[in-house]
């Protein structure tokens, strides 16, 4: 037995999947959730093992929802149109059913998800938020305060910092930790606007009042709010090149 | 290296080349009239050295001079009005080098009419291929632009058929269809009746003709309804229409992607029910439509929220009427607004 979750926010589209679950009585719904808050709600709640994931859903999208489950479970995305989206999941081995969609395709994702084991699936789920680089919404980072869920557009992030696995993303309130890599970080973020000035630095440049030469090769970046910003040789070089220098 | 610069390279490469053989040629004819050797070195030197400058200020300015009309003209003054310049220059150069041989002078005398032709007919080569060359230059050039110029409309002609068919929302509206198929039969029926109505309208409509805002309410609650059916009780409508301005007019399919741009904005910027409102009235000669939708202003910005749908919206106002101010957008609060003012004719 299989505990599956549906996240979608029309009450059509669920009720199709609802619909083509009843030829596989191995699977049984726990939650049908109608907006990312919803879901991430309910898979802590009930740890399935596989969720039926919209992308376009209010306020968070399907893949901003993913990235705030600390042990994302195996994923079957349902989707009307999303070229670039598609090309990633066939990257990664995940499927996506693109709506409208009959028994027998929806029939043939859920053998896939049969036979992988649960592991594959996790790394496969993981691997694909590490590398999708999704159309539309690098113009803010979605992240988890406690159990509350937050919306942080770019222009607000005055840093980012390596912290091991994680990456600490600075704003006026202070910072907030996200489980993604500087490298994630530094081609999601538009390039006119954040420079990876160090390797553990991304800087919006917006933010820089100065730049002042440090130790001998180095430099250090000073921010509006008193920050001090490692930059690193090929940094600088970088940093004089988009602030034209 | 563009192609052009690589072909003069070579109109100057054949020029040197041409130069050489012409030097030789004359070095030859005038050692066989039995002038001496210093003399022919610099008789040969200062008559074709002087042709080649002519010949290099003949491919400069050809590259700035292209007489379309009267091209064989052109070609024949300036290769005789230089030849003749050519003429006098290494004229006097040489007099004044040979001053003191009498016989040379004597040579050099007699010699102008064949000089003359010989430069003349030289220039006229050199003049011929410059200009054949630009022209050349000139048509590529000019057939790579109109090929860039088809390759934008037709990609602009694309874009609009992609934009006309919204495929977002055809295929949702379709997977609601395939829902409500199983579950209530005769709203499946009337969803795919509502949904052809909508796209034959779309489709067979052109961009420039008129509608009273009456038929365009009608269209655009076709849409509304189909939405309704994807969103159901999420998604809320208020029309409010004064009856003053039923039967104004104003570019037809104009409000839809307004309206579609507030409900995208207002359902997925927000959880729970959405109310958009849509209010027109008449205000001197304008007709003002403004649409209102709520968004969550902390999480978003307003600007992104409106750039791409409404963008093109403000093109086509402005191509019908050659203004900008009639699209505003505002936010005031939890609402966002829209307002489009069509002008109306007296």
């Known amino acids: 037995m299989s505990k599956v979750i549906i996240i979608d926010d029309e009450f059509l589209a669920r009720s199709m999947v609802k619909e083509y679950l009843k030829k596989h009585p191995q699977l049984e719904i726990v939650a049908e959730c109608s907006d990312g808050f919803e879901g991430l709600k309910a898979i802590q709640e009930h740890q399935p093992d596989l969720i039926f994931l919209d992308i376009q859903m209010p306020k968070i999208s399907g893949f901003e929802m993913l990235e705030l489950v600390e042990n994302p479970p195996a994923v079957i995305f349902a989707t009307a149109f999303d070229e670039y989206a598609i090309k990633a999941f066939d990257a990664h081995a995940i499927d996506y059913l693109l709506k409208p969609f009959d028994q027998e395709r929806f029939d043939k994702a859920v053998a896939r998800f049969a036979a992988q084991n649960k592991p594959t699936a996790i790394e496969n789920t993981k691997e694909l938020l590490n590398d999708a680089q999704l159309p539309g919404s690098n113009s803010r980072i979605v992240v988890k305060n406690g159990s509350k869920i937050k919306i942080i557009p770019v222009q607000e992030v005055f840093y980012l910092e390596a912290a091991d696995d994680f990456v600490k993303i600075f704003t006026k309130e202070g910072y907030y930790l996200k489980n993604k890599t500087m490298t994630f970080f530094e081609s999601f973020l538009p390039a006119d606007m954040f420079v990876r000035s160090h390797r553990s630095f991304i800087v919006n440049i917006q933010e820089i009042t100065r730049i002042d030469p440090y130790e001998k090769d180095g430099h250090v970046a000073i921010l509006k709010n008193g920050a001090k910003i490692n930059v690193s040789r090929n940094g600088y070089a970088k940093l004089k090149n988009v602030l034209g220098l | 290296m563009s192609p052009t610069t690589a072909s003069s390279k070579k109109l100057v490469l054949s020029l040197v080349l041409g130069w050489v053989v012409v030097y030789i040629a004359s070095a030859y004819v005038l050692k066989k009239l039995g002038l001496s050797t210093s003399v022919v070195i610099t008789d040969s030197l200062v008559s074709t050295g002087l042709l080649l400058l002519a010949s290099l200020l003949v491919i400069n300015s050809a590259k700035y001079y292209l007489p379309s009309t009267y091209q064989l003209v052109g070609i024949l003054l300036s290769a005789l009005i230089l030849s003749l310049l050519w003429l006098f220059i290494s004229n006097s150069l040489l007099k004044i080098t040979f001053r003191s041989s009498v016989a040379y002078l004597d040579f050099l005398q007699n010699s102008l009419l064949v000089r003359f032709v010989l430069g003349f007919f030289i220039l006229i080569i050199v003049t011929t291929a410059a200009t054949l060359l630009y022209n050349w230059q000139e048509r590529q050039k000019e057939n790579q632009r109109k090929a860039d110029v088809e390759a934008l409309s037709r990609e602009a002609e694309l874009f609009k058929l992609r934009q006309q068919l919204q495929p977002h929302f055809l295929f949702n509206s379709l997977n609601s269809i395939n829902a409500l198929i199983a579950l209530d039969p005769p709203q499946a029926r009337k969803m795919v009746q509502q949904l052809s109505d909508f796209l034959r309208g779309t489709l067979k409509k052109e961009e420039s003709k008129m509608v009273t805002l009456e038929e365009e309410i009608g269209y655009l609650n076709l849409y509304l309804e189909i939405e309704k059916v994807r969103f159901g009780n999420r998604l809320q409508t208020r029309i409010d229409i004064g009856d003053d301005c039923k039967t104004a007019l104003l570019p037809t399919l104009l409000l839809q ?10 359902l997925y910027d927000t959880t729970g029910q959405t109310l958009i409102t849509i209010h027109g009235h008449s205000e001197g000669n304008e007709l003002i439509i403004s649409v209102k939708n709520p968004f969550d202003p902390e999480t978003s910005t307003p600007k992104k929220g409106t750039g791409f749908g409404l963008s093109s919206v403000k093109r086509r106002l402005y191509l019908l009427f050659a203004r900008t101010d009639l699209l505003a957008t505002g936010a005031e609060g939890n609402i966002f607004e829209t307002i489009v003012k069509i002008p109306q004719q007296q």
């Open chain 2, 257 to 266: 992607p307004i309206v579609e741009n507030a409900i995208k904005f207002g």
